[in-house]
């Protein structure tokens, strides 16, 4: 059984407003993750909020996924996996970033297929490791004790961890309007939406 976990309870400081709801390819960027990750073989589908849960529960489509709310999101992405590993059923577990759209099913895919039996196994491309990452049952006590934004990393750099090759370079994650304009790339709609929704709030 694999069980997939969006991690999406960041309170967005940098940005300054809730990134799980800056539009995105006609919706929201969280939503399309949520999509991407609906669409992948996973038997349990489990999304970790925190930083604006209401408004987030109110604007994405979340159904079919477990909500999981992370009251301590300030302490790191590592308080929202120990969250939600109180309701992971699978015996493996694929992360995902809530901010990251470029990950795609196919990522995924590529990542259990090359797992084989690893208990930790992590996408290898070309410009480095990166995002999603999947871990055994056998690690989830590991996982259950880490602490802040990096704990994962440390975990992955004890080892052992199997490294899946997978084409191109790290997929964008969105902290800064920066990224996300360099997240959006070509499609300015979309930008000019939030440019005015965020015109809109200032008044």
């Not at 390819?25 to 604006?52: E, K, N, P, W």
């Not at 109180?86 to 759209?101: K, N, S």
């Not at 994650?173 to 300015?188: F, S």
Request: include cysteine; charge should be negative; hydrophobic fraction near 40%.
């Amino acid at each position: 059984m694999i069980s997939g976990l969006v991690l999406a309870a960041g309170g967005s400081r940098r940005l300054g407003r809730p990134k799980q709801l800056l539009p995105y390819s006609g919706g929201t960027l969280l939503g399309h993750v949520v999509q991407t990750a609906r669409s992948c073989a996973f038997d349990q589908l489990v999304v970790a909020v925190g930083g604006a849960a209401d408004d987030v529960r109110a604007e994405v489509d979340l159904d079919g996924a477990e909500v999981v709310v992370n009251d301590a999101y300030g302490e790191g992405c590592s308080s929202s996996i120990a969250a939600a590993l109180e309701v992971v059923r699978g015996d493996v577990l694929v992360l995902m970033l809530g901010d990251q759209p470029g990950v795609t099913a196919e990522t995924v895919s590529a990542l259990l297929a090359g797992r084989g039996e690893a208990a930790l196994a992590v996408c290898r491309y070309d410009d480095g490791r990166g995002h999603p990452i999947a871990f055994s049952r056998s690690v989830f006590g590991e996982l259950a004790n880490l602490h802040g934004d990096k704990g994962v990393w440390k975990l992955l750099d004890r080892g052992p961890v199997t490294e899946v090759p997978v084409p191109g370079p790290i997929p964008l994650d969105v902290d800064t309007e920066e990224d996300y304009a360099a997240v959006l790339g070509p499609n300015k709609f979309d930008l000019a939406s939030s440019l005015r929704g965020t015109s809109r709030g200032a008044r």
